[in-house]
């Protein structure tokens, strides 16, 4: 029963972390500060609104993660879409460095990217594990 509950505790605690990540990423990417886009690799944006439209994701995504920390149980799918996202945006980060410009940060976020990933779905599988050994 202590397993189970720190295991809960741990996946719920990685997933407001990654709320309060996406949240920051997401209001950075809607304000776009000149200085702070320059010091991260990005001299000139000529374009704002995709940018900006990243941002808005990176809000809602936030939402899902608060959602899926503060009741497991009710919002159990957003878990697994979660996974999915980090996976999907390591993949993208790593093919647009590799292919497309190869900017520090995009590599870092990258790793951190499918570091959140790796970390959700083993914290996920623990917390469903301990469930199905306490259902024997």
């Known amino acids: 029963m202590k397993e189970k509950l720190a295991a809960e505790r741990r996946l719920q605690w990685l997933l407001y972390l990654m709320a309060i990540h996406s ?3 997401g209001i950075g990417l809607i304000l776009q500060p000149e200085s702070l ?3 991260l ?3 000139e944006i000529t374009q704002p609104f995709f940018p900006a439209q990243g941002g808005i994701f990176h809000l809602i995504m936030a939402a899902a ?3 899926a920390g503060r009741d497991r149980n009710k919002y159990n799918i957003l878990i697994t879409f979660s996974i999915f ?3 999907t ?3 993208f980060l790593f093919t647009f460095y590799i292919f497309i410009e190869a900017v520090p940060l995009i590599i870092l976020s990258a ?3 499918g570091m959140m990933a790796l970390l959700l779905y083993l914290f996920y599988r623990s917390v ?5 050994v306490k259902n024997k």
């Open 128 to 132: 469903k594990d301990k469930a199905s």
């Open 89 to 91: 945006a390591t993949l």
């Open 37 to 39: 886009m320059r010091l």
């Open 85 to 87: 996202v980090k996976t």
């Open 23 to 25: 949240f920051g990423v």
């Open 111 to 113: 790793v951190g990217d």
């Open 65 to 67: 993660y608060f959602l």
């Open 41 to 43: 690799g990005f001299p």
